[in-house]
C-alpha cells in the first residue's frame, strides 16, 4: 500500500520507476476521501491541483530530474493551514481568514517546491496555532486516529493525524510552545520543532514571533531529518534566521550513540507524569543506557515558572501580531455604523473565544502600568529558564524528558478549562523560551485503550545532528514507529474539496 509508506519508501519507489507522483497522489487523494470524515485533519485540498502538480514532477522526472537535485521530487506534502502557499486558501483555523487565499508562497513552500514536492492540501488547527488540542478550529476539531473519541494534540492535530492516518507521507507544521512535538506524540509520529531561527519563518502567520518556528512532522526520524535539511537555512526575508550552515541532517544519522551524554532533567518526573507514560520513559531510558548512552541526571530550577512566563509572553506577542486582522485589508469584515464599531463587530464575530482571551491577557499584560510587573518580568524570568539549559548542555549533549504529562485526551474533556489546557504543555514550552531544538518520536502504548506515547530529546541551539542521532538510534532499536492506527474507511467524502470557508463548525 502506497499510503504506508514514508517519504524516503516512496522516493526509492519513484527513483526505481515503479511508480509515479501521479499514482501516489492519487493514492493519497483516495485515503483521504476514504477516511476524511472521520479524521477531519484536513481544512481543505484540491485533487485537480495535486494531480497537476504531481504530471509535472513526473515530466521532470522523465526529462532526467533525479532525487540528488530534487529530493522529494513528486512527493505529495501536506501544510500547517498557517504556512502561506500562493493560490492556496489560508485560514488559520479562523472565521476571520475563512476565504482568505495567499498571494504569495513562504519561504519553505518555496523550498518544497524546488526540492519537488507536491504541496497538496491545508491541515486543521487551533485558531492562529493557539491551543494543544486542535479543538479551538473554527472548522471543527480533528480526531485522533487511534481512538476517534481523543484528541490529536494541537495546535498541528491535522498535520499529526494526517500523518498517522496515512493522509499524506509528511507534513510541515509549526511549533511555538509544543505544536509540533505534542500532536506527534499523541498520534504516534515524529515532529521536530528545529532551533529558533534555523528556519524561515517567512509566510508563517505570526502567533508569538520570538517563539514559532516551523518544523516537520514524519513516519520516521529519517524522513524528518530529509525534511529539515530541505527547509532549513538563512533567509534575508526573516530578520530572526540565522546564517548557520546547513549540515548534511541525514548524515548524522549514520553515527551510535555509544558514549553520548544524556541528561534526564529532575525537575520533569514530577508527580503529574500519568504513571503509563513515566513507565515508557522509563523503558526508553533503558534502551539508550543499552545503546551505550550515559544517562546523567541534570536540574532546570526554573522550569516551575515556565506556564506562567509562556502564557504572558505568547498572548503578548500575539496581541499585538493579530492587530492587523481589522476588516480593512483583508479577511472577514463586518459592518458598522464608524470605523471604530466596523473594527470591534469584525473581531468580534471573527475570532473564537480561546484567540479572544489570548489577546485580552496579552494586552492586559502590556498596559502602561502593568509591563513592568507582567511583561518584563516574564522576559527576565525566561532568560534564567534559557540561562538553566545552556549550564546543563554544558554537562549533556542532548536532554531526554517525556512530551505530555498525558496520553491523548478526550476531545471535549479539557475544552472548558484553559489552566488545564495549559498545564498539558509543561513539557515543550521551555524548549521554546530558551529557543533550543527538540524531537519526540514514538516510545509506546498505554493499555488500554491503546493510545501513542512520546518521548523528548532536546538539543543545543543548533544541535540538531545530536538529537536526530539519538532519535534514531533510539527508533531503530524499537518498533513503536512501525505501528500504524487502524480507521475504517466511510467515503465517499462529505466536504467539498478545495473550497475553504465552507465547514465552519
Ligand atoms: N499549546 C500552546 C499554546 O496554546 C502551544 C501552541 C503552539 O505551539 N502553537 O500556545
Known amino acids: 500500500m502506497l499510503d504506508q509508506l514514508t517519504v524516503t519508501g516512496l522516493s526509492s519507489l519513484l527513483a526505481r520507476g515503479e511508480t509515479s507522483s501521479r499514482e ?36 521532470l522526472r522523465a526529462t532526467g530530474a533525479s532525487q540528488a537535485d530534487k529530493p522529494l521530487l513528486g512527493i505529495p506534502i501536506a501544510l500547517k493551514d498557517i504556512i502561506a502557499v500562493r493560490g492556496h486558501p ?37 485558531e492562529f496555532a493557539m491551543g494543544s488540542s486542535t479543538e479551538n478550529s473554527a472548522f471543527g476539531p480533528t480526531r485522533n486516529p487511534w481512538a476517534l473519541d481523543r484528541v490529536p494534540g494541537g495546535s498541528s492535530g491535522g498535520a499529526a493525524a494526517a500523518v498517522a492516518a496515512g493522509e499524506c507521507p509528511a507534513a510541515l507544521g509549526s511549533d511555538t510552545g509544543g505544536s509540533i512535538r505534542q500532536p506527534a506524540a499523541f498520534c504516534g509520529v515524529v515532529g521536530l520543532k528545529p532551533t529558533y531561527g534555523r528556519v524561515s519563518r517567512y509566510g508563517l502567520v505570526a502567533y508569538a514571533s520570538s517563539l514559532d518556528q516551523i518544523g516537520p512532522i514524519t513516519a520516521t526520524v529519517t524522513d524528518a ?43 520533569y518526573m514530577t508527580g503529574i507524569l500519568h504513571p503509563e507514560v513515566r513507565k515508557a520513559i522509563v523503558n526508553a531510558m533503558t534502551v539508550l543506557e543499552q545503546l551505550g548512552a550515559h544517562l546523567v541526571e541534570v536540574s532546570l530550577p526554573h522550569t516551575e515558572y515556565a506556564i506562567a512566563t509562556y502564557y504572558l509572553i505568547a498572548p503578548a506577542e500575539a496581541s499585538s501580531n493579530l492587530a492587523r486582522y481589522d476588516g480593512v485589508r483583508y479577511g472577514l469584515r463586518v459592518d ?46 525566561r532568560t534564567l ?60 502504548f498505554t493499555t488500554a485503550p491503546r493510545l ?16 536526530l542521532r539519538i532519535a534514531y538510534a533510539y527508533e531503530q532499536a524499537t518498533s513503536w514507529h512501525k505501528e500504524r492506527p487502524i480507521v475504517p474507511c466511510v467515503g465517499p467524502d462529505i466536504s467539498q474539496p478545495g473550497i475553504p470557508g465552507t465547514k465552519l463548525a
Not at 489570548?358 to 511583561?375: D, F, K, N, V
Open 225 to 267: 531529518a530529509l525534511l529539515l535539511e530541505v527547509i532549513s537555512g538563512y533567509d534575508p526575508r526573516d530578520s530572526t534566521s540565522v546564517q548557520e550552515p546547513v549540515p548534511r541532517y541525514l548524515d548524522a544519522l549514520r553515527e551510535d550513540v555509544k558514549g553520548i551524554r544524556i541528561g534526564l532533567p529532575r525537575e
Open 336 to 381: 458598522g455604523p464608524d470605523p471604530v464599531a466596523m473594527y470591534s463587530a469584525t473581531r468580534g464575530a471573527g475570532f473564537g473565544p480561546e484567540v479572544k482571551r489570548r489577546i485580552m491577557l496579552g494586552t492586559y499584560a502590556l498596559s502602561s502600568g502593568y509591563y513592568e510587573a507582567y511583561y518584563l518580568r516574564a522576559q527576565k524570568v
Open 90 to 126: 489560508l485560514t488559520c483555523g479562523s472565521r476571520i481568514l475563512a476565504n482568505f487565499v495567499s498571494p504569495y508562497d513562504s519561504t519553505v513552500a518555496e523550498k518544497l517546491k524546488t526540492a519537488g514536492a507536491v504541496l497538496f492540501g491545508r491541515l486543521n488547527l487551533d
Open 24 to 59: 501516489i497522489t492519487q493514492t493519497f487523494l483516495q485515503r483521504i476521501e476514504q477516511i476524511e470524515p472521520l479524521i477531519h485533519a484536513f481544512i481543505s485540498w484540491d485533487a485537480a491541483d495535486a494531480l497537476r502538480q504531481a504530471d509535472h514532477a513526473d515530466k
Open 452 to 467: 501513542p506515547i512520546g518521548i523528548q530529546f532536546l538539543g543545543r541551539p543548533f544541535g540538531e545532528e545530536t538529537i
Open 385 to 444: 529558564i534559557r540561562q538553566d539549559f545552556l549550564r546543563a548542555f554544558e554537562l549533556v549533549d542532548a536532554m531526554l524528558t517525556p512530551v505530555s504529562p498525558t496520553p491523548p485526551f478526550m476531545l471535549g474533556e479539557k475544552s472548558g478549562n484553559p489552566l488545564d489546557m495549559y498545564l498539558s504543555d509543561i513539557f515543550t514550552l521551555s524548549c521554546n523560551l530558551a529557543g533550543i531544538c527538540g524531537i519526540s518520536v514514538p516510545c509506546g
